[in-house]
């Protein structure tokens, strides 16, 4: 039986598609709902989340870096993340990720 609360406030809402998509395990659409209910523009990386869980959760809690570049590559190939190189105003070269709540195809 599944029950959901009264939506009030800050809540995302996702594709079915998307939260059901077979080719990512559970981490990375964990990953994937937790980056796309944060606010535009909003920036993180895998080695970012991975210390923050082991900040909240404990060292041997929390997921290590390798599992969250893991899940980042997941989601890289199944078209949820772009990567695009982009310069800033100074000139420095920057990576910079596109994230989608459904996938996109290959630029």
Known sequence: MVMRGKHRQEFVILPNGTV???RLSHMARGI???ILSRPEGWKTTADD???RARRLRGVKRGSGREAYRAAF???QDAGY???ERMQDGRGHW???LI???QPQEAP
Do not use: G, N, S
């Open 94 to 96: 920057q990576t910079v």
């Open 32 to 34: 994937l709902a937790d």
């Open 49 to 51: 989340l991975a210390d």
């Open 20 to 22: 059901r998509d077979e």
């Open 99 to 101: 994230v989608y709540d």
């Open 73 to 75: 590559r997941e989601l």
């Open 81 to 83: 993340i772009q990567r």
